[in-house]
Structure formats: C-alpha cells, structure tokens
Nanobody, 124 residues
Framework: QVQLVESGGGLVQAGGSLRLSCAASGRIFSSYAMGWFRQAPGKEREFVAAITRIVGSTYYADSVKGRFTISRDNTKNTVFLQMNSLNPEDTAAYYC?????????????????WGQGTQVTVSS
C-alpha cells in the first residue's frame, strides 16, 4: 500500500508561481514512477507531468511545457511540481499519483495510488 499526501496549493495571481509537494509512504519510493494530474470543475482529469522511477526522465503535457517542472527526491520520498507563469487556465485540483507497474505515464488508469488532491486557483 502507498499513501500520498499533496501540499502547496493555494491562491495565486496570474504570472505567479507555486510549488506542489507530494509525500509518499508505504513502499520503497524509488520503485515507482510518479505523476501529476489535474482536474478542473466539469472536466476530465488530465495529465500534467510525470517522472520515471530510476533515471528520472520527465514528461509534460504540451500546455505546461516550459512552465512546470517535475522533480523527485528519493531520499525524502517526495515528488515536486514547480509551477511558474501560472494562468487562470491552470486552476484545478492537482493530484499526485504513483505507478508501480508498466503502463503509460500519460494515462491516469495506469496509476495505482492517488493522493487526495490540492487546490490551485489562479486569479486574473
């Protein structure tokens, strides 16, 4: 079993920055890939970013590429999402997720464990 707890969300003005954190417990953190997804009201959950388990290769949705950075600290069992140049379209609940087995990093159905989410609101 894996427990994931997100933090760092909040209200920020357009152009601002936030850093989300996701603390993991329950299994060896370095054994799973990690992803960030978001869901706005009335919309489906969408992929934001992912990082592989060992090499730490990163992947981003086109909408956040160049603005967001995903990273992980395996010594602290934590994954981060640095979000810069935020705009109102980034407003959503952000979820971190852990993928233990093979599958697509972009597909939320391939992730095995989810956090409770943290709200990010960007005002114009």
């Amino acid at each position: 079993q894996v427990q994931l707890v997100e933090s760092g969300g909040g209200l920020v003005q357009a152009g601002g920055s936030l850093r989300l954190s996701c603390a993991a417990s329950g299994r060896i953190f370095s054994s799973y890939a990690m992803g960030w997804f978001r869901q706005a009201p009335g919309k489906e959950r969408e992929f934001v970013a992912a990082i592989t388990r060992i090499v730490g290769s990163t992947y981003y949705a086109d909408s956040v590429k160049g603005r967001f950075t995903i990273s992980r600290d395996n010594t602290k069992n934590t994954v981060f999402l640095q979000m810069n140049s935020l705009n109102p379209e980034d407003t959503a609940a952000y979820y971190c997720a852990a993928r233990l087995y093979a599958g697509s990093l972009y597909n939320n159905r391939d992730y095995n464990y989810w956090g409770q989410g943290t709200q990010v609101t960007v005002s114009s």
